[in-house]
């Protein structure tokens, strides 16, 4: 059973910067796609970015294009979500997620990290 294990979450201040990470505990195909999604407080999932495993390929919310970025370093397994410029909005519980298709389709999710943006 593969596991995804998100890190870095944490408290930040509004302007500052966060690193999340997502190891997954085997090694995705090249047809897979790693997603990040975040729920915020009273409201429901929503999408982030995804990355495909096999290639280069990345896709961002709308909202977020310019201040987040997804990467990953396959040697590790891993899976990268690089936040600039938080803002309080940003606060949420982020995922990440194993699917096939880079907005939906996700079967295999991690537990989640806490982001909270406060000054």
């Known amino acids: 059973q593969v596991q995804l294990v998100e890190s870095g979450g944490g408290s930040v201040q509004p302007g500052g910067s966060l690193r999340l990470s997502c190891e997954s505990s085997?090694?995705?195909?090249?047809?897979?796609?790693i997603g990040w999604f975040r729920q915020r407080p009273g409201n429901e999932r929503e999408f982030v970015a995804s990355?495909?495993?096999?290639?280069?390929?990345?896709y961002y919310a709308d909202s977020l294009k310019g201040r987040f970025t997804v990467s990953k370093d396959t040697s590790k397994n891993t899976v990268y979500l690089q936040m600039n410029s938080v803002i309080p909005e940003d606060t949420a519980v982020y995922y990440c997620?194993?699917?096939?298709?880079?907005?939906?389709?996700?079967?295999?999710w991690g537990q989640g990290t806490q982001v909270t943006v406060s000054s």
């Open positions: 990355i495909r495993w096999g290639g280069t390929r990345t």
């Open positions: 085997g090694r995705p195909y090249s047809s897979h796609v």
């Open positions: 997620a194993r699917g096939t298709s880079p907005y939906d389709d996700y079967r295999v």
